[in-house]
């Protein structure tokens, strides 16, 4: 999957005209919830979550404002999609469909991890060339990634999603490259100076804090552009199913193998895919 996405100044130019857009990022334990509009970054609130569905609306109120908004004044609503959380991607999005029901505001999902690469890229170590690589915990030892580069103007995406584990992941990477996200990039960034050839660079909570606005700067951007996302077919972007899935899915396999059924033919493994 080969797709451009535009640098920070470049991107919030480029959706200038769409009018305020309010992002939403609720794929990871922080809430990130950003507004963009007129070419800028208006507002930017961030919060270590104790539940998304609690605590959204309070902050989206602390957002608007910090902006000067009313919902009225509002153009569209970006959201993160994922990777990430599973019940995290599930209240945002639900929170953000909610929301343009009462009204006649469009709605934009957004991939989570072209907002933490834009993060990664406003790093003084990223320069042409560099690698950026979000990472997000996706448990059982593994990481959600793709893999961009930075260009002149713009990131291209060299991958599409990937659940991978760490290690794996930090084998394959070379030269200068900035892992972005938080403890497990950290960790990344760790495994590459250890083992050498490469140069890392960790972009972590201070770079994230404006995940929220990227989200709601790469949704100004596809309106502008003419692009929306229809309510009823928008979904998050899981990668691989949730805890609860693949439990279903093995308990159903080990049923069909002491029933004699052909499900005792499947793969669970293949769950996991």
Known sequence: MTYRVLLVDQLLAAGAAAGPV???????????????????VM??????????????????DAAMAEAGLRMADLAAIAVGIGPGSFTGL?????????????????????????????????????SAGTAICPLIDARRGEVYTSLYRVGADAL???????????????????????????????????????????V?????????????????????????????????????RYVRPSGAAINSATVNWKEGVENGTSRGRANPAACRS
């Not at 599930?90 to 993060?119: F, P």
């Not at 291209?156 to 992941?169: A, Q």
């Not at 403890?183 to 050498?196: L, N, P, S, T, Y």
């Open 43 to 60: 507002a930017s609130v961030n919060r270590p979550a104790r539940s998304h569905g609690a605590d959204l609306p309070d902050l989206v």
């Open 156 to 198: 291209e995406r060299l991958s599409g999603d990937l659940v991978v584990t760490l290690e794996d992941f930090a084998n394959q990477t070379a030269g200068e490259v900035v892992f972005v996200g938080e403890q497990k990039a950290q960790e990344a960034c760790a495994f590459v100076q250890r083992r050498g050839g490469g």
């Open 90 to 126: 599930r209240v945002g999005l639900s929170y953000a469909k909610g929301l343009i029901i009462a009204s006649s505001l469009k709605l934009v999902g957004i991939s989570s991890l072209d907002a933490m690469a834009l993060c990664g890229a406003t790093r003084p170590e990223a």
């Open 22 to 40: 309010l992002g939403l990022e609720t794929g990871t334990p922080v809430a990130r919830i950003g507004i963009v509009g007129e070419g800028r």
């Open 200 to 236: 890392g660079a960790h972009a972590g909570n201070a770079e994230l804090k404006l995940a929220g606005a990227y989200i709601a700067a790469l949704g100004a951007e596809r309106i502008a552009r003419g692009e929306s996302d229809r309510p009823e077919s928008l979904e998050p």
